[in-house]
C-alpha cells in the first residue's frame, strides 16, 4: 500500500476531496528512481500531484493529511485482463496440438480452434472485467495536522524564519 502526505485542496462531491502532494524528495511520487532520472525537474523545486480521495476521516480544506492507496484492486484488475485470455491461448494451444497429431499435420481446423479459444478468452477476460471492475481510489487515514494547527506554526515559527522553506507550515501555506 502507498502512503502520502499532503494537504486538502478544495471539497468535491460524494464525499471526495482534491490532495495536493508535493514530495519532500524531488522526483514523481510512486516513480522509480530510473524514471525520475528522466524526467526534467528544471522548472520547478520538485512536483506537486493533484489526487481526488475518499474523505472518511472528515478532514477540512487546508488540513494536513495521509492519504493511503491500495493497490489489491490494481493487482486483482490486471490478472483478470491478462489471466484469463493467457488461459485461452494456452487452452488453445494444447486442443490445437492434440487435433493436429502433435503439430505433425497442418491443419485448418486446428488454426481455427487455437484462434478460437484465444478470442474466447479475451472476450470472457473483457467481459468478467467489465463486472468485477473496481477503481484503487485513495482514502484519508488521518489527519495529521489541522488547518488551525498550521496557521498557528506559521505565524509563531516564521517569523524567526529567514526564509519562507524555513518550516513545513510555510511550504504548505505558500502553496494555496
Not at 481446423?109 to 467481459?127: C, E, K, N, R, S
Amino acid at each position: 500500500m502507498a502512503e502520502y502526505e499532503g494537504f486538502v485542496a478544495s471539497k468535491k462531491t460524494n464525499g471526495l476531496v482534491e490532495i495536493l502532494i508535493s514530495p519532500t524528495s524531488k522526483g514523481v511520487p510512486g516513480a522509480s528512481e530510473n524514471i525520475n532520472r528522466q524526467i526534467c525537474h528544471c522548472a520547478a523545486d520538485g512536483p506537486q500531484v493533484s489526487i481526488d480521495a475518499i474523505n472518511e476521516v472528515g478532514a477540512a480544506v487546508g488540513d494536513w493529511v495521509l492519504v493511503r492507496r491500495d493497490s489489491s484492486p490494481l493487482i486483482r484488475n490486471a490478472l483478470v485482463l491478462v489471466g484469463i485470455p493467457m488461459v485461452g491461448l494456452i487452452a488453445g494451444i494444447i486442443t490445437s496440438y492434440f487435433m493436429t497429431a502433435c503439430f505433425t499435420a497442418l491443419s485448418l481446423m486446428g488454426i481455427f480452434v487455437g484462434g478460437a479459444f484465444v478470442i474466447g478468452g479475451l472476450t470472457i477476460g473483457v467481459l468478467t472485467f467489465r463486472r468485477i471492475y473496481q477503481p484503487a481510489v485513495p482514502v484519508i487515514v488521518r489527519v495529521l495536522k489541522k488547518t488551525s494547527e498550521l496557521a498557528t506554526a506559521t505565524s509563531q515559527e516564521c517569523t524567526v524564519a529567514s526564509k519562507p522553506d524555513f518550516c513545513e507550515a510555510c511550504k504548505m501555506t505558500s502553496r494555496t
